[in-house]
Every structure is written in C-alpha cells, then in structure tokens.
C-alpha cells in the first residue's frame, strides 16, 4: 500500500463541497453525468477518487448518479444497512492509502429495509430469518436498541434509527483500527455520516462534520 497522501487528491472538505454541488444538480434534474468512451479508456491505468462512500444496497440509492460523479470519481462500498465489518474497514484503508482519498461517507437512507427488519426483530417474535440476515440485523441492533425503550410510533422510531446507525457506523470506522485513526489523526482523513432522501433526492450531511 502506498504512503498516505501520496497521491494528489482533493482535501476532505473540498471532496465534501464537490458531493454536495453534485447532489444539488441531481435534485435539480441539471445532472452533467455523462459516461463516454474517452472516460473509461481515461480510468484504465488507474484512479483517484475523491471520497469513499459506504452506503446500502437498496437499488434506490445510486451511489455515483445521487452525487452526480463519473468513473473513477468514488469509491463506492455498498452492504445492505450500510453496516460495517472487517470487509469495510479493509476496504477504507486500501482506498485512503493507496488513492490518497481523504473523504469517507457513511450514506444511509430514508425507509431503509435493513433498518424496519432490525426493529422487526427487536420488538416482534423470534422469526426464521437466515443466519446471514440475522448477522445484519445484529450489526445494526445497537445503534436502534436504545430508541426501543423511548415509546415512539413506528414512523418516527424509524426515521430516528436510519440516523443512529449511519453515526453507529461512522463512528466504527473511525475507531475501526489503527490505520484509519492514524489517517484521521494525522492526514487529514474525514469520516462524515449522511442521510439520502428517497422522497426529496436530496442528501443531508449531519455527522462528523468539521465544528460538530
């Protein structure tokens, strides 16, 4: 793996600003995301994209076309529930030492599938879920068992723990092994916590950021 900020990457807080113009043209239907030939001969020998995003599988989250970036612009990790495990954690490193990324965002999202059945299984009867399901579920239940006990109705109970396990995730990447918080500590690397909007396009920064 290479030195970490070898490569000529954009800083975190200017990788932020580019997410957030590009969000804003997606919203505005004003996209420029246009793959061409010339872009994926351009991106053969290499790449050096300018944020990490772990976010969920759900098929109505597209990662690059909700921040409006082309080829080789991000790195995208994507796991039903945006959870993390040494998979992830992995996968941050080889990005921010061998790319010089310095941006990471944990990028949830409104009605999250992941988040209704870790309720589901917090709060009904036991069910037969798999035991690949049920080791999502367990990766997401501390982050929502704590909202259990506060006696919100069902809408808000999930509107709250989307939030709280995209802070649980971000914050395990932070602390998710010495590389990282070397790269946190010492080189710039920034670990924010985002929430998509499926009904608005929009995505709302609220973790991690500078001054929080």
Do not use: W
């Amino acid at each position: 793996m290479g030195t970490p900020g070898e490569n000529a990457s954009p800083s975190a807080l200017e990788a932020l600003a580019q997410l957030r113009e590009g969000n804003a043209r997606y919203v505005a239907n004003a996209s420029t995301l246009r793959i061409t030939d010339a872009d994926r001969l351009d991106a053969v020998g290499g790449q050096s994209p300018i944020a990490v995003v772990l976010g969920c599988s759900d098929s109505r989250v597209p990662t690059e076309v909700v921040f409006d970036q082309g080829v080789g612009e991000l790195f995208v990790i994507r796991v039903a529930g945006n959870i993390v495990q040494p998979s992830q954690i992995g996968s941050v490193e080889f990005a921010a030492q061998n790319f010089g990324t310095r941006l990471v965002v944990v990028l949830g999202h409104t009605r999250c599938g992941a988040i209704d059945a870790t309720i589901d299984a917090l709060t009904g009867p036991a069910g037969n879920a798999s035991r690949n399901l049920a080791s999502i579920v367990s990766r997401i239940a501390p982050s929502v068992e704590p909202l259990i006990a506060t006696e919100k109705d069902r809408a808000s109970l999930a509107r709250e723990a989307v939030r709280a396990n995209v802070r649980y995730s971000a914050d395990a990447l932070r602390h998710g092994s010495d590389i990282i918080e070397s790269l946190v500590q010492d080189h710039g690397l920034l670990i924010v916590g985002a929430e998509y909007s499926l009904e608005s396009g929009i995505v709302e920064f609220f973790d991690g950021l500078p001054g929080d």
